[in-house]
C-alpha cells in the first residue's frame, strides 16, 4: 500500500509474496461445468456398479480381479498424490525452507489425492458395507500387505487433513487454534512423511505374495523399494506439473517458483539414477537379465519404461534445461508417465494368472475412474480460488493477462 | 541455500527410503519365517487321474452339498455346464486332449481328466494375502475356510492364490469368494466330503493327509499292466475294485508346490498339459510377503525409530521456518 519502501521492509515483503493468497473468482466456467458434467457421468455408472455388481460396470474378471479402479484409482492416483509427502520431505525434514511456498498447493492436491484414493476403494470392494473390518481388532490380519496399505492411508488421510487444516482455521479466523497446532505440526509432518514412505513402498509389496504370476521383470524383493523411489519422484515431479498448469490456467507468473522447481528437477534425476541402478541390477543379480528381450510384449513395455526413466535424467543433467520450464515439464511429464506404466506394467501387464483370461478397462469403467479425477480437479480449483493455497502473488491481482 | 545430491541422499536416507532399504536388503533373520507346515492332522483328497472316467459326479454332488446354482456355458439350457470354477462353481472336472485321444492318460494322441478345486495350501496365499481374516486356516484339519460375514471384497484372494481358485462374483450386487471348503460343513456331521462320497472310482479319495500319504507310495510301487486294487471315498473303506495299474508319471501334484498342499493330484500326464502352473517354488509365497512385512514392520520397531527421527527433523525444520512468520 505505502508507496515507500523502507529497506528493512524489502524482506518483509519479499516474504510477503511467498504467503498463500486465495486467487477468488468465480467458480462457474466452462471447465467446471464439463468438470462436473464428467463427475455425473461417473456417477450413474456407479449407481449401475451397485445396483448390478461390478461385472455390469467393469471388465474385471476371476483371471484379473483388479483392474483400473484399483491400479489407477488407488495405486496410480495416490502415487500423484505425493506431492505433499516430497515437499515436506525436503521442506521440513531436509530442512530446504526455500521450498515452504510450494508445500500448501501440494499438500491441496494430496488431499484430494488422497481422500478420494481411499473413498474410491469403496467403489471397487464387492463387500464395501464390511470396509470397516479391515482396521477392527478381530478381523484385521497384521500380516496382509494389504492392512498395512489400508492402515497406513487411512491415518494419512486424517494426517493430511490436519496438516492442511491451517488453511481452513486461517480463512475461519481462528488464529488462537492456528497458533496452538502449530506448536505440535511438527509432530504430524513427521508422521506425514513416515505413513505415505510406509504404504507407498507397501503399494509394491502388494505383488510378493502373487509370485510367479508377476513376471520376473517385475516381481522382486526390491519392490517396496522400487514403488517408494517412484512415488517420491512422482511426487516431486507432480509438483513441477501443478506449478506449470497453475501458471497457465489461472495466469500467474512463476518468477519466484522457477529456482525451486529447477532444484526438484534435480532431484527427480538423482532419485530416478539410483531407482534405476537398484532395478536393472536386481534383475542382474537375479539372472533375468535375458527376459528383457525375450518377453515379448512385456520386453516392450518394459523398455518403454526404461526409456521413460531415463529420459529426465539426460534432460536434467543440463543445467540450462534445468532453468527452463519447458524442459521441467518434459522431464517430469516423462517421470510420471514412466511412473504410471510401470504400475500398470507391474500389476496388469507382468500379472499372468494362466491362459484364457484378459483384462481391459470397459467404457463406463473408465469412465468412472475420468470421473473421480475430475472430481478431483473441480475440487482443487474450488479450494483455491477459496483458500489460501497458492502463493501469493507480488503484483495483485496479475490473472488479467 | 542449495540443496546438492549428496545432502539429500543423506536426509533421504535418515529418512523413508532407509526403512525399506535396510529391511528389504538385509531382512533380519529372527524376523524371516519358513513355510508353514502341514498341520498334524490334516486331512485332504486324492484325486488320481487315471482312476477318473470324467463322469462329473463329483461336480453335481458338489453343487447340491454347497447349494450352488446350476450354469449354462454352452447355451443348450439342458445341464450344467461349468467350463472352470466360477463364482457358482467349486469343482470342474476339465479334459486334456491331444491328437487323435486314443489313449487314456497318454499324452501324446490322448486324453486325460484333472479335477480343479482348492488345493488347501499348508502355507496358502489367500490367507496371508486377505486383510480381514475372511480366509483362515485355523482348525486342527488344515483346511482353508472362508467366512464371508468378514470378508471385504477386494478379491486380493483372487490375485494372489497361485491356482486361480477362489472367485468372485461379479454378477451381483452382495458378492461372496466361492471357493471349496473341503465340505467342512459334511466333515462336522460325520460325513466326508460329497465329491469323495460319490466318485465310482475312487479317483477322488478322501483322508488324512497321512494316510493319503501312504497311499500314494503304495500306488507309485505298483508295476504298469499288473491288476491291483484301488478303494473308493476314503483309503480305508474296504469298498475296492480292481483294475490294472496306470503308468504313472514321477510327480506327485501338490507335494511341494509353494510348500505342499493338502488335496494332491497323481496322473499319467505331465501336469503342465492341465494348464496347472508347474514352475511353483517350494518356498511358499505367502512365507515371502511375510518375512518382508514382519522385517519392516515387525513389532513397529523400525517404523518408531523412524517416525522418531523423523518428527526430529521435522520440529528442527519448523523452528525455521513456521507455516507463518
Ligand atoms: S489353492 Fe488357492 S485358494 Fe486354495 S488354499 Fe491354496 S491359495 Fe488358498
Ligand atoms: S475378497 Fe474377501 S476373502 Fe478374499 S482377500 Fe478380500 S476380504 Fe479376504
Ligand atoms: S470337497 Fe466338497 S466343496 Fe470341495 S470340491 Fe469336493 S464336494 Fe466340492
Redesign the pocket.
Do not use: D, K, Q
Given at each position: 500500500m505505502s508507496e515507500v519502501i523502507l529497506p528493512s521492509e524489502v524482506a518483509k515483503r519479499q516474504h510477503h509474496h511467498h504467503k498463500p493468497a486465495a486467487i477468488g473468482g468465480g467458480l462457474i466456467s466452462p471447465m467446471t461445468v464439463v468438470l462436473g458434467a464428467l463427475v455425473a457421468v461417473a456417477f450413474f455408472f456407479l449407481g449401475q456398479r451397485f445396483i448390478y455388481g461390478l461385472g455390469a460396470v467393469t471388465n474385471v474378471n476371476n483371471g484379473y480381479p483388479w483392474g483400473i479402479w484399483v491400479v489407477w484409482d488407488v495405486v496410480i492416483a495416490t502415487g500423484f498424490a505425493c506431492g505433499g509427502y516430497a515437499m515436506a520431505l525436503v521442506t521440513y525434514i531436509l530442512n530446504k525452507g526455500e521450498y515452504h511456498p510450494l508445500v500448501r498447493p501440494a499438500l491441496t492436491a494430496s488431499l484430494f489425492g488422497y481422500s478420494l484414493g481411499g473413498a474410491s476403494v469403496l467403489i471397487d470392494l464387492?463387500r464395501y458395507w464390511n470396509f470397516w473390518h479391515i482396521l477392527w481388532p478381530g478381523y484385521a490380519h497384521v500380516d496382509s500387505v494389504m492392512f498395512e496399505v489400508a492402515a497406513c492411508i487411512s491415518l494419512y488421510i486424517i494426517v493430511l487433513w490436519i496438516e492442511f487444516s491451517p488453511a481452513f482455521l486461517e480463512h475461519l479466523g481462528l488464529k488462537d487454534a492456528k497458533r496452538k497446532l502449530s506448536k505440535v505440526m511438527f509432530f504430524f509432518i513427521g508422521l506425514g512423511v513416515l505413513l505415505p514412505s510406509m504404504h507407498q513402498s507397501s503399494l509394491g509389496s502388494l505383488l510378493v505374495v502373487m509370485g510367479a504370476q508377476v513376471h520376473p521383470l517385475w516381481q522382486t524383493m526390491l519392490l517396496p523399494l522400487l514403488f517408494l523411489l517412484t512415488a517420491a519422484c512422482m511426487g516431486f515431479a507432480v509438483v513441477i506439473l501443478e506449478a506449470t498448469l497453475a501458471a497457465v490456467g489461472f495466469g500467474r507468473d512463476l518468477d519466484h517458483e522457477l529456482p525451486m522447481l529447477s532444484k526438484i528437477g534435480k532431484i527427480i534425476a538423482g532419485v530416478l539414477t539410483v531407482y534405476l541402478v537398484l532395478r536393472l541390477g536386481d534383475i542382474v543379480v537375479r539372472g533375468q537379465l535375458g527376459a528383457i528381450f525375450t518377453s515379448g510384449f512385456k520386453s516392450v513395455m518394459f523398455l518403454i519404461e526404461m526409456a521413460l526413466f531415463a529420459a529426465p535424467i539426460v534432460l536434467m543433467a543440463k543445467a540450462a534445461n534445468r532453468k527452463r520450464l519447458s524442459k521441467l515439464f518434459a522431464a517430469a511429464g516423462s517421470m510420471l508417465t514412466g511412473a504410471v506404466l510401470y504400475r500398470i506394467d507391474a500389476f496388469l501387464v507382468a500379472y499372468d494368472t494362466g491362459p484364457g483370461w484378459n483384462y481391459f478397462p470397459s467404457v463406463p469403467e473408465m469412465m468412472v475412474t475420468i470421473g473421480i479425477i475430475a472430481l478431483e480437479v473441480l475440487a482443487y480449483i474450488v479450494f483455491v480460488k477459496k483458500f489460501p493455497i497458492l502463493p501469493g502473488q507480488p503484483h495483485q491481482p496479475s490473472n488479467g493477462r | 541455500m542449495t540443496i546438492n545430491r549428496r545432502d539429500f541422499l543423506r536426509g533421504a536416507a535418515s529418512g523413508s527410503a532407509a526403512v525399506a532399504a535396510c529391511a528389504t536388503l538385509a531382512p533380519s533373520r529372527a524376523e524371516a519365517r519358513g513355510n508353514l507346515p502341514i498341520p498334524e492332522n490334516a486331512v485332504g483328497l486324492l484325486y488320481d487321474s487315471t482312476l477318473c472316467i470324467g463322469c462329473k459326479a463329483c461336480m453335481s454332488a458338489c453343487k447340491e452339498a454347497n447349494d450352488l446354482p446350476l450354469e449354462d456355458n454352452v447355451g443348450e439350457g439342458l445341464w450344467d455346464t461349468p467350463l472352470e470354477l466360477s463364482g457358482k462353481t467349486y469343482t470342474v472336472i476339465k479334459i486334456y486332449q491331444h491328437g487323435t485321444m486314443e489313449h487314456k492318460d497318454k499324452a501324446e494322441n490322448g486324453f486325460a481328466h484333472i479335477k480343479r478345486q482348492c488345493l488347501h495350501c499348508a502355507d496358502p496365499s489367500?490367507v496371508s494375502?486377505?486383510?480381514?481374516s475372511?480366509?483362515t486356516k485355523d482348525g486342527p484339519l488344515g483346511i482353508v475356510e472362508?467366512n464371508k460375514d468378514a470378508?471385504?471384497?477386494?478379491?486380493?484372494?483372487?490375485a494372489a492364490c497361485p491356482f486361480g481358485v477362489?472367485q468372485?462374483q461379479y454378477d451381483t450386487p452382495f458378492p461372496e469368494?466361492a471357493k471349496c471348503q473341503l465340505c467342512k460343513h459334511r466333515l462336522d456331521d460325520g460325513k466326508i466330503p460329497a465329491c469323495a462320497e460319490v466318485c465310482p472310482t475312487g479317483a477322488t479319495l478322501f483322508g488324512s493327509y497321512a494316510a493319503l500319504d501312504e497311499e500314494i507310495t503304495r500306488r507309485k510301487a505298483m508295476t504298469p499292466g499288473e491288476a491291483a486294487l484301488f478303494p473308493r471315498r476314503t483309503v480305508d473303506s474296504g469298498d475296492v475294485h480292481e483294475k490294472a495299474a496306470p503308468e504313472y508319471i514321477d510327480d506327485v501334484y501338490g507335494d511341494t508346490e509353494v510348500g505342499g498342499t493338502q488335496v494332491r493330484y497323481l496322473s499319467g500326464v505331465p501336469f503342465d498339459k492341465f494348464g496347472l502352473p508347474t514352475d511353483l517354488p517350494e518356498r511358499s509365497f505367502a512365507s515371502k510377503s511375510e518375512t518382508l512385512q514382519h522385517s519392516l514392520y515387525g513389532g513397529l520397531a523400525a517404523p518408531v525409530v523412524v517416525l522418531a527421527g523423523l518428527v526430529a527433523a521435522a520440529w528442527r525444520g519448523s523452528k525455521n521456518h513456521h507455516d507463518d512468520e
Open positions: 464387492g | 489367500c494375502a486377505c486383510p480381514v475372511a480366509m472362508y470378508c471385504i471384497g477386494c478379491r486380493y484372494c483372487v477362489p468372485f469368494i
